[in-house]
């Protein structure tokens, strides 16, 4: 089992643990007698796990959290957060379809959550807008994906759970890995990550850079990015060390997201697209520049202070239609030409102190912090009148070449203002008496959010804010058996901030949320084996959802109450030396109980299916003609899922996606090819078509099938 923590493991455990399995899973555990054995840290020593905001074990925590790795991320050739999660359990990715791929769309537990975090700071979101950073995979150690409500630690947060991507660090042991790709579409991408210690210096260093280019999976587009990400370690003393890290990503262009109505998709190959080829463009660019202070006060006591200030920009032309703009009998489809620049600017800060005290012969782990986040941006939307050509395009027989640029007029602008600030103040208790961990937290937050709006329109005009305070907690135990088993229980809060009004002009809410949860987590004695089951039970208060009938989706609804409830099953079986499986399923009933105006009471959102499965296996290859290689491959169930909000337009096809992997280490091969590996990936291997909805207006095709061979080289 391979295991992804800051602890040390000597060479010989890690490479037999790393043999047994690529998949790391939720609450992975570790004995006592392998923490004090020596090798090359991984993670740095500023790094906190997501669960707890410290370093103590995700499985002494009775809240599941799934952690995903950076070697299982490159067998799998994932280029994004949203590629990353397609087999995290509980979670549905690719919401707007995987042929768009300048978000990172998904919920958890049937919530959505577009509030990202990136080595423990939040990734600022132009709150409305499109900008927020997109980390690429290339940059990151690994992915850990927290359950049920975090707001005891981070804030502002949706009840399902919150993704944290963890940044690679420098390391002291020098190393330099180069990577070449090529695949479908024209994929071109070089790659490569070096790190060491700079002479015999305190200073230790890791530069991360990629280049890639490809053409999207929609006809007409391209996706291109540049990723630099340079960090620099200084040891100042034994107890204290400074991390200083930047990251600059310029994405030119990133494809297109234009939905096409339900009849033309059933109509159409995964590459066809409703967007013009002289119009529809993604560019954005984002730098952000941080540091982290982690200082031993003494045995039992640290401080850490992790800061980052973020700049980012972004660029978008594209095209638009409304639920009326489409005639199902002619496929005429009615287009609507618009543009939006947007930047942002902000600045987080993280201060956090950890320590260890016995008290009446109990050991506490503490953890007291303070968090502040401001973020300033603007952004500018346009309309315009094409030429006439333009309005003639068939969704059936589409034509992307009827806009000319050239003869655009304005017919509709709008400007926003926008600032957001939050200040945090957390604490959390872990209690350890012999085989029994509780765990205990609280949070306040001070919120406040503007939104100064100006259009041509006066319904649009004015200022939407919102100023709330709210405490948030959660409780939680966890009993350790003799035989491997833990059985948990918790029970946690939520808090997200709402600003401007609903449709009848009433102020936003701020949306509060609860869960209980009750499972059991199991590990075998010889590591080989181990299994969560849990069953949750989240409700959410005030949700704000889109108003169905409203044909721009810009009005607002308070709903009364959604309940989510369901269960998940996630488990990993070292079955050889050579054979490992991982497996994990979700069932999900998630239903809006209550409802202002009673519309949409009994309904289900969409993006939730009642069942998910998903199953990945390695074999790995020891000795013979084929000493060296991997065999990997994975298939993934999503069930069901409704059209649109109101429940009155169908269901969205159930799919099951097969992806494989096959690695070799060319070393095997001669001695010459030492430290070479190639990777072949292959992506929906059977091709299989499907596609997600936010109505029948408004569809996007999943991923159709991709071949990429990689080939690293390190030394």
């Not at 850490?304 to 032309?317: E, F, G, P, W």
Request: hydrophobic share 35%; with cysteine.
């Amino acid at each position: 089992m391979k295991i992804n923590t800051r602890f040390k493991y000597s060479s010989l455990a890690l490479a037999l643990l790393s043999a047994l399995s690529t998949q790391v899973q939720a609450e992975e555990a570790y004995s006592s007698a392998e923490k004090n054995i020596d090798t090359v840290t991984i993670l740095g020593k500023a790094y906190r796990n997501t669960a707890t905001k410290s370093a103590l074990e995700p499985e002494e925590t009775p809240q599941g959290i799934t952690v995903i790795d950076s070697e299982q991320l490159e067998q799998r050739g994932v280029k994004s957060l949203n590629q990353a999660l397609r087999y995290a359990p509980g979670v549905v990715t690719e919401q707007k379809g995987a042929s768009v791929t300048m978000y990172d769309t998904f919920s958890i537990r049937g919530f959505s959550n577009n509030q990202s975090y990136y080595d423990g700071l939040i990734l600022p979101f132009l709150t409305g807008w499109n900008l927020q950073p997109q980390i690429d995979p290339i940059a990151l150690q690994q992915v850990e994906i927290f359950k049920g409500p975090t707001s005891v630690l981070y804030g502002a947060m949706p009840p399902g759970g919150m993704v944290n991507m963890i940044a690679k660090s420098p390391q002291e042991e020098g190393s330099t890995r180069v990577g070449l790709a090529a695949g479908t579409n024209n994929l071109t991408e070089v790659s490569i990550d070096t790190s060491g210690q700079i002479g015999s210096s305190d200073f230790s260093y890791r530069i991360v850079a990629l280049a890639r280019k490809k053409d999207s999976q929609v006809d007409h587009a391209e996706e291109e990015r540049y990723v630099i990400a340079p960090s620099l370690d200084w040891q100042v003393s034994d107890k204290t060390l400074i991390n200083f890290n930047l990251y600059y990503q310029n994405d030119p262009s990133m494809g297109t997201n234009s939905a096409m109505p339900l009849e033309a998709i059933k109509f159409h190959e995964p590459s066809v697209s409703m967007g013009d080829k002289n119009w529809s463009t993604f560019d954005r660019e984002v730098i952000m520049l941080g540091y982290k202070v982690n200082h031993e006060i003494n045995n039992n006591w640290t401080f850490l202070q992790n800061a980052r200030y973020a700049d980012a920009s972004l660029t978008q032309k594209n095209t638009y239609h409304r639920a009326t703009n489409f005639d199902s009998t002619t496929g005429q489809l009615i287009r609507n030409v618009y543009s939006t620049e947007e930047d942002s600017q902000s600045f987080t800060i993280d201060n956090q102190i950890t320590g260890a005290v016995m008290l009446s012969g109990l050991e506490h782990n503490l953890l007291f912090g303070v968090d502040y986040m401001k973020l300033s941006g603007d952004s500018l939307y346009k309309e315009y009148t094409a030429n006439a050509a333009f309005y003639g395009f068939d969704a059936y027989n589409p034509n992307n070449d009827l806009l000319d640029p050239s003869q655009l007029q304005e017919n509709y602008k709008e400007t926003h203002d926008i600032t957001t600030q939050q200040l945090g103040f957390y604490f959390q208790d872990q209690v350890r008496y012999d085989s029994l961990i509780l765990l205990a937290g609280g949070r306040y937050d001070l919120f406040e959010a503007s939104d100064d709006k100006s259009s041509v329109l006066p319904a649009y005009d004015g200022k939407d804010e919102a100023d709330h305070d709210q405490f948030s907690y959660r409780v939680g135990a966890l009993y350790e058996l003799d035989n491997g088993f833990s059985p948990f229980v918790s029970y946690a809060t939520s808090f997200e901030p709402a600003a401007g009004t609903d449709i009848n002009g009433n102020a936003l809410k701020p949306q509060l949320g609860e869960q209980v949860e009750v499972g059991v987590k199991y590990l075998s004695q010889d590591m080989s084996q181990e299994l969560t089951a849990s069953y949750f039970h989240i409700t959410k208060t005030d949700a704000i959802a889109a108003d169905p009938s409203d044909p721009s989706y810009r009005a607002k609804i308070q709903l009364g109450e959604v309940r989510s409830q369901g269960m998940e099953l996630e488990g990993r079986w070292s079955v050889t030396e050579s054979w490992d499986m991982n497996a994990s399923y979700t069932y999900l009933d998630m239903e809006i109980t209550e409802d202002s105006n009673q519309s949409l009471v009994g309904t289900t959102p969409i993006y939730v299916p009642e069942h998910a499965a998903n199953l990945w296996s390695n074999y790995f290859v020891y000795g013979g003609v084929l000493d060296g290689a991997r065999v990997s491959a994975g298939a993934r169930y999503i069930g069901e899922m409704q059209m649109d909000a109101a429940n009155t337009q169908g269901k969205v096809p159930s799919y099951t996606v097969v992806d494989a992997s096959i690695g070799y280490d060319l070393g095997s091969a001669s001695d010459s090819l030492s430290g070479a590996t190639a990777n072949l990936v292959v992506t929906n291997l059977f091709n299989e078509e499907y596609y997600t909805c936010y109505d029948q207006s408004n569809c996007w095709f999943g991923a159709e099938q991709s071949v990429e061979l990689n080939v690293n080289y390190e030394f």
